[in-house]
């Protein structure tokens, strides 16, 4: 790595320029810090060096040079602080600030762009992959962008985003674990139609939300009351009720708002509740019976926090900051209050791609044996819905985001290393500590079950210590892991619809039981 910075030392006052023994008192200045000051920490000759330096009226002109040890910024920023002490008690003279000028960095890069890429902050940058080399170059940046740790982010970012074009399109590892039995189907229409042909459910007000008449409905709290009684409550999961809104600051410790912002839907709030200050807004409303968007966009803020895109953020920020007690743990509460809301836009699909969606979704936080012994439990539960009471056609596969593939994060041990695991598939010799099963189920009206695309109805992860160490939870003695579940009521209905159809008579006996009888809803002309 190479950094080359021209910036300046901005002084409390501009020194006379001739005042007696000053240029020297600099020079023995910039030579000491050369040697000591700005090698601290560096190996052997490789510290960082001031080039050139000038004094200009209240500024300290300077070149620094260095390599990766101490970066020119940060040599810059421990100039600023010598300084001050340096030459503080003989000629008042302090550092207000630091400034870079101009900031050229070269570093390596791990493999060729396969295409040009932008960064936000850089002036400009150079991609060599030939050399594997990147150039960027700053200019006027100040004191708090050197001191915050920017500049090794962008260097990160470089490197993720030449990453990223090499997994364009494929983001996952795919690996099926186990495979129920074929079964056969009753029908292979798309049941979001024929229930909207039948009255079972109405296209929503807004985009990719639907409004669920009585015999809908009523499937969908049986998927609940199943997922309750068969899943969480045997496995002994206590309920919660969060908030539907949740704030960016969550969403930056778990990094969904860098992830997905365009997926959310963002909530603003009045910027007052003063009645007059809304007087012109609902005058207008009266007279053209519209709601005029200009005179609103003045009245509200620009969006905080966004509406609720899956349970576990705001789970995990309740915990924030606590040192959880040996004997609550594992943790296993779920929340089913915070519909999840996202703006799929054009891959909105019937009922198993909305807009609007209800989950139930389990968390679990615990040492990390027993989140792998929980989730052959809930496996082992899971199973048992799906087999025993539905009966459907699913499968469940390992998926491995490729950037946990690649930073080697995804362990595997031995069932013999490890006694407590006991793997579901006995072909298999090893377990995957971390990662996320997805559950997919077969759907008669996509096609073939070869060349359909399987719907992922549910999954099921195990994370690590990634939101345990963001939200900074604690626990009175060893690792502390977490994962979730996201059990999709939208999903499960529209993968039992799908096999099943929409007659109850040819409905599993188990499944009846819980449902009870099929509203009759209600007719409209
Ligand atoms: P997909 O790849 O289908 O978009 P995802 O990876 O975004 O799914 P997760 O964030 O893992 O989904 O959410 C977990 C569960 O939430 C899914 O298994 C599914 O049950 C449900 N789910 C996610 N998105 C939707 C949606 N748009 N409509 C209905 N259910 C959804
Ligand atoms: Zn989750
Ligand atoms: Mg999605």
């Given at each position: 790595?190479?950094?080359?910075?021209?910036?300046?030392?901005?002084?409390?006052?501009?020194?006379?320029?001739?005042?007696?023994?000053?240029?020297?008192?600099?020079?023995?200045?910039?030579s000491e810090a050369n040697e000591?000051?700005?090698?601290?920490?560096?190996?052997?000759?490789?510290?960082?060096?001031?080039?050139?330096?000038?004094?200009?009226?209240?500024?300290?002109?300077?070149?620094?040079?260095?390599?990766?040890?101490?970066?020119?910024?940060?040599?810059?920023?421990?100039?600023?602080?010598?300084?001050?002490?340096?030459?503080?008690?003989?000629?008042?003279?302090?550092?207000?600030?630091?400034?870079?000028?101009?900031?050229?960095?070269?570093?390596?890069?791990?493999?060729?762009?396969?295409?040009?890429?932008?960064?936000?902050?850089?002036?400009?940058?150079?991609?060599?992959?030939?050399?594997?080399?990147?150039?960027?170059?700053?200019?006027?940046?100040?004191?708090?962008?050197?001191?915050?740790?920017?500049?090794?982010?962008?260097?990160?970012?470089?490197?993720?985003?030449?990453?990223?074009?090499?997994?364009?399109?494929?983001?996952?590892?795919?690996?099926?674990?186990?495979?129920?039995?074929?079964?056969?189907?009753?029908?292979?229409?798309?049941?979001?139609?024929?229930?909207?042909?039948?009255?079972?459910?109405?296209?929503?007000?807004?985009?990719?939300?639907?409004?669920?008449?009585?015999?809908?409905?009523?499937?969908?709290?049986?998927?609940?009351?199943?997922?309750?009684?068969?899943?969480?409550?045997?496995?002994?999961?206590?309920?919660?009720?969060?908030?539907?809104?949740?704030?960016?600051?969550?969403?930056?410790?778990?990094?969904?708002?860098?992830?997905?912002?365009?997926?959310?839907?963002?909530?603003?709030?009045?910027?007052?509740?003063?009645?007059?200050?809304?007087?012109?807004?609902?005058?207008?409303?009266?007279?053209?019976?519209?709601?005029?968007?200009?005179?609103?966009?003045?009245?509200?803020?620009?969006?905080?926090?966004?509406?609720?895109?899956?349970?576990?953020?705001?789970?995990?920020?309740?915990?924030?900051?606590?040192?959880?007690?040996?004997?609550?743990?594992?943790?296993?509460?779920?929340?089913?209050?915070?519909?999840?809301?996202?703006?799929?836009?054009?891959?909105?699909?019937?009922?198993?791609?909305?807009?609007?969606?209800?989950?139930?979704?389990?968390?679990?936080?615990?040492?990390?044996?027993?989140?792998?012994?929980?989730?052959?439990?809930?496996?082992?539960?899971?199973?048992?819905?799906?087999?025993?009471?539905?009966?459907?056609?699913?499968?469940?596969?390992?998926?491995?985001?490729?950037?946990?593939?690649?930073?080697?994060q995804v362990s595997e041990v031995?069932?013999?290393?490890?006694?407590?695991?006991?793997?579901?598939?006995?072909?298999?010799?090893?377990?995957?500590?971390?990662?996320?099963?997805?559950?997919?189920?077969?759907?008669?009206?996509?096609?073939?079950?070869?060349?359909?695309?399987?719907?992922?109805?549910?999954?099921?992860?195990?994370?690590?210590?990634?939101?345990?160490?963001?939200?900074?939870?604690?626990?009175?003695?060893?690792?502390?892991?977490?994962?979730?579940?996201?059990?999709?009521?939208?999903?499960?209905a529209a993968v039992f619809l799908?096999?099943?159809?929409?007659?109850?008579?040819?409905?599993?006996?188990?499944?009846?039981?819980?449902?009870?009888?099929?509203?009759?809803?209600?007719?409209?002309?």
């Amino acid at each position: 790595m190479k950094f080359n910075l021209t910036g300046r030392i901005v002084l409390n006052k501009s020194p006379e320029p001739n005042l007696p023994g000053l240029q020297k008192d600099l020079a023995d200045f910039f030579s000491e810090a050369n040697e000591m000051i700005l090698t601290k920490g560096a190996p052997e000759g490789k510290g960082a060096a001031v080039t050139d330096w000038t004094l200009k009226d209240d500024n300290i002109l300077v070149t620094i040079m260095s390599g990766r040890y101490v970066r020119a910024h940060d040599a810059l920023l421990r100039l600023k602080k010598h300084l001050g002490i340096k030459f503080g008690k003989k000629y008042q003279l302090g550092a207000r600030s630091v400034v870079a000028d101009n900031y050229d960095i070269e570093f390596a890069i791990d493999r060729p762009p396969l295409a040009e890429i932008k960064v936000p902050f850089v002036q400009t940058i150079k991609l060599d992959g030939a050399d594997l080399t990147c150039n960027i170059s700053f200019e006027n940046l100040s004191e708090e962008f050197l001191r915050q740790n920017y500049i090794d982010r962008i260097i990160k970012l470089v490197n993720h985003k030449i990453a990223d074009q090499y997994y364009a399109g494929k983001s996952e590892q795919w690996e099926v674990m186990w495979s129920s039995v074929e079964r056969d189907h009753v029908w292979s229409k798309d049941p979001t139609d024929e229930m909207q042909r039948l009255g079972w459910l109405k296209q929503g007000p807004t985009k990719g939300k639907w409004f669920y008449r009585p015999q809908l409905t009523a499937i969908l709290r049986a998927m609940e009351q199943l997922a309750l009684d068969h899943v969480l409550y045997p496995l002994g999961f206590q309920e919660v009720i969060q908030s539907h809104l949740v704030p960016f600051d969550i969403w930056l410790k778990t990094g969904h708002i860098a992830g997905t912002p365009n997926e959310f839907y963002y909530v603003s709030e009045p910027l007052t509740r003063d009645v007059d200050a809304w007087e012109s807004f609902r005058d207008t409303i009266y007279v053209t019976n519209q709601v005029p968007s200009d005179k609103l966009k003045e009245l509200i803020t620009v969006p905080s926090m966004g509406i609720c895109y899956a349970q576990c953020p705001g789970i995990y920020w309740s915990f924030q900051g606590s040192v959880i007690a040996e004997d609550s743990l594992p943790v296993l509460i779920f929340d089913r209050a915070a519909n999840s809301n996202r703006y799929e836009s054009g891959g909105r699909h019937g009922i198993e791609r909305v807009d609007e969606f209800h989950r139930l979704e389990p968390i679990y936080i615990g040492h990390p044996e027993q989140l792998i012994e929980l989730r052959e439990k809930l496996i082992e539960r899971y199973k048992y819905v799906f087999n025993e009471i539905l009966e459907l056609e699913w499968r469940m596969a390992w998926v491995t985001p490729w950037y946990l593939e690649q930073s080697g994060q995804v362990s595997e041990v031995s069932k013999e290393e490890n006694g407590k695991v006991n793997g579901n598939d006995k072909n298999k010799d090893s377990v995957k500590l971390k990662g996320t099963i997805d559950f997919e189920a077969y759907l008669p009206y996509r096609g073939t079950r070869e060349e359909s695309e399987w719907l992922e109805y549910q999954n099921l992860s195990i994370i690590g210590d990634k939101f345990i160490d963001s939200f900074n939870i604690k626990t009175q003695r060893g690792d502390l892991w977490s994962g979730c579940s996201g059990i999709g009521l939208e999903r499960w209905a529209a993968v039992f619809l799908a096999q099943k159809g929409l007659d109850p008579v040819n409905w599993p006996d188990k499944f009846r039981d819980v449902l009870g009888e099929l509203p009759v809803g209600y007719r409209t002309l």
